[in-house]
C-alpha cells in the first residue's frame, strides 16, 4: 500500500513528461515551474495595468481586471497544451492602448463595440491562421518593417504613460511640452521609471511589479494615494464580478463600424505584435531550424485566434504573446508546462483583486514607459544603410505616436516601402502578398 503513492506519482510524472516532451526537451518539471514563475513575475505588471487602460476606455474596473486574469489564465494554458510553447499570452499591451485611447478614445467608439471588433478580429485571425493565409502574409512582410511595427508600438505605449503621468502636456504652441516637474504625481512617475531602469539593468527578474509597488507604496505614506484599511483591501475571498464586461460585445456596432477598418486595425496590429514576439522567444528557446522555419508555428497562431475570441467574450482586447517569455525561457523552459504554470498562478490572482484599487495611475506609467523603451531596444536589428529599407521603418515608428494610431504608422511604412522600391528600381523585391497588404491599408485611409 505504502508503494501506490509513490506509483501514482511516477505514472503523473511520466504521463507530464510524455505529454509535453521534456526528456526531448532536455528539461524537467521543476526546471518549467522555476521557469514558469519566473515569467509570471516579469510580467505580473499587467494586472494592474492592463485594467488600467481598459478602465479609461470606460469598462468597469473590477470586471476589467477579473477579465483580464481569466484570459490571460486560459488562453496560457491552452497555448501551452495544445502548441507545447513555453510562452504567455495575455491581452497585448499596444493592442490595449490601442482598444483604450484609439478605437475608443480618439474615435469615441463605446468599448462595446471595441469589443465586437476584437470579436470578429479573433474569427478573422483564425481563419487565416486555419488556411496558412496568416502564415503567408507573416513571411512576405520584410523583416525591418517587422522591428519597425515593434519598435513604434513600444513609442506609442511609451508616449502614453508619459501622457497619463503628467510629464508630457498638451501646449497649443508646440502640440505637445514638458509638464510640471514639482508636481509629486510627476515626481513618483520619475521615481519609478529611474528605480525600475535601475533594477533591470541588474537583471532583477520582477523589476517592473516591484517598480509599482514601491511607487504605490511611497504614493501611500505622502498621503497621495488611498491606503488599505482592512484585510479586505487587499485581498479577496470571494468571484469577481464579470458581469459587467462578460459577452457584451457589440457585434453588429463593430459591423456597423466598418469591416476594413477592423480588418486593418485589430487584426494588422495583432499579426505582427504577436509574430515579432514569437520569432524572438522561439528562437531563445531553440524552436527554430536551420532553415528558419519556427516549430508548430501553425499551432501558436491558432491558439492566438482562439485566444482573441474568448478574450472579446470574456470580456477584455485582443491577446498576444509576451515578450516577459523570454525570462521564463532564459531561466530553462523549454515546452508548454511553462506556460500551464504561468496560467495557473494567474489564477491566484483572484485573490488579490481588490489591490487594483490601490494602484495609482503614477505607479502604472511608469511600467507602460519601461515596457516600450524594452520594445524599443529591438531598432538595432533594422538596417538603417539601405534608405529603402531604413526611411519605411522609419516612418512606421514616428508616425505610431505622433498620429496617435498604431494603424498609421503600418499604412505610412507599407505605403512609403513599396513607393520607394518601385522608383529605386527593386521592385522585385515587392511580393504580391506585400502589394495586397499596401493595397488595403491605403484604402483603411479612406474607409473608416
Known amino acids: 500500500m505504502s508503494d501506490m503513492p509513490t506509483k501514482a506519482n511516477s505514472s503523473i510524472s511520466g504521463w507530464i513528461d510524455n505529454f509535453f516532451k521534456l526528456k526531448q526537451k532536455n528539461t524537467s518539471i521543476k526546471t518549467e515551474f522555476l521557469a514558469g514563475l519566473t515569467t509570471f513575475f516579469s510580467m505580473a505588471y499587467i494586472i494592474f495595468v492592463v485594467p488600467s487602460m481598459l478602465s479609461a476606455a470606460g469598462m468597469p474596473k473590477d470586471a476589467a481586471l477579473a477579465s483580464c486574469l481569466l484570459t490571460t489564465a486560459l488562453c496560457t494554458i491552452y497555448i501551452g497544451v495544445y502548441a507545447n510553447y513555453p510562452v504567455a499570452v495575455a491581452p497585448g499591451m499596444g493592442l490595449t492602448a490601442f482598444f483604450a485611447f484609439y478605437v475608443c478614445g480618439s474615435q469615441h467608439l463605446p468599448w462595446q463595440t471595441a469589443l465586437g471588433a476584437v470579436f470578429i478580429s479573433g474569427i478573422i485571425f483564425f481563419i487565416l491562421s486555419v488556411t496558412k493565409i496568416r502564415q503567408l502574409i507573416i513571411d512576405a ?41 514639482t508636481s509629486l504625481n510627476v515626481l513618483l512617475t520619475l521615481f519609478g521609471i529611474l528605480f525600475t531602469a535601475a533594477l533591470i539593468s541588474i537583471n532583477v527578474k520582477a523589476a517592473v511589479l516591484i517598480g509599482i509597488f514601491a511607487v504605490s507604496l511611497i504614493s501611500m505614506i505622502l498621503g497621495n494615494s488611498a491606503v488599505p484599511s482592512s ?4 485581498f479577496s475571498f470571494e468571484m469577481p464580478n464579470f458581469a459587467g464586461t462578460f459577452m457584451q460585445m457589440d457585434l453588429l456596432g463593430a459591423l456597423h463600424y466598418g469591416i476594413i477598418s477592423i480588418i486593418f486595425t485589430f487584426t494588422i496590429v495583432e499579426l505582427f505584435d504577436t509574430i515579432g514576439t514569437l520569432i524572438a522567444v522561439t528562437k531563445m528557446a531553440h524552436m527554430v531550424d536551420e532553415n528558419g522555419k519556427i516549430e508548430n508555428i501553425d499551432k501558436a497562431l ?96 514616428i508616425m505610431m505616436p505622433l498620429t496617435y494610431s498604431i494603424a498609421n504608422g503600418f499604412a505610412f511604412g507599407f505605403l512609403s516601402y513599396c513607393f520607394i522600391k518601385v522608383f529605386s528600381g527593386r521592385i522585385k523585391e515587392i511580393t504580391p502578398t506585400m502589394w495586397g497588404i499596401t493595397l488595403f491599408l491605403a484604402l483603411s485611409f479612406f474607409i473608416r
Open 141 to 181: 512582410v520584410p523583416a525591418g518593417l517587422k522591428t519597425a511595427i515593434v519598435v513604434g508600438i513600444g513609442c506609442f505605449i511609451a508616449f502614453i504613460g508619459l501622457q497619463s503621468s503628467g510629464i508630457i502636456v498638451a501646449d497649443p504652441a508646440t502640440k505637445v511640452t514638458l509638464g510640471d516637474l
Open 231 to 234: 484585510f479586505d483591501d487587499v
Open 302 to 397: 491558432i491558439s492566438d485566434s482562439v485566444g482573441t475570441i474568448a478574450s472579446a467574450a470574456i470580456g477584455t482586447c485582443t491577446v498576444a504573446t509576451y515578450v516577459e517569455s523570454a525570462t521564463g525561457i532564459n531561466a530553462g523552459g523549454r515546452t508548454g508546462l511553462t506556460a500551464v504554470f504561468v496560467g495557473l498562478l494567474f489564477l491566484l490572482g483572484f485573490f488579490v483583486t481588490p489591490l487594483g484599487d490601490l494602484i495609482p495611475a503614477c505607479a502604472t506609467a511608469p511600467a507602460l514607459i519601461i515596457v516600450g523603451g524594452l520594445m524599443a531596444t529591438n531598432i538595432s536589428s533594422i538596417d538603417f544603410k539601405d534608405f529603402s529599407e531604413g526611411f519605411p521603418a522609419f516612418l512606421t515608428i
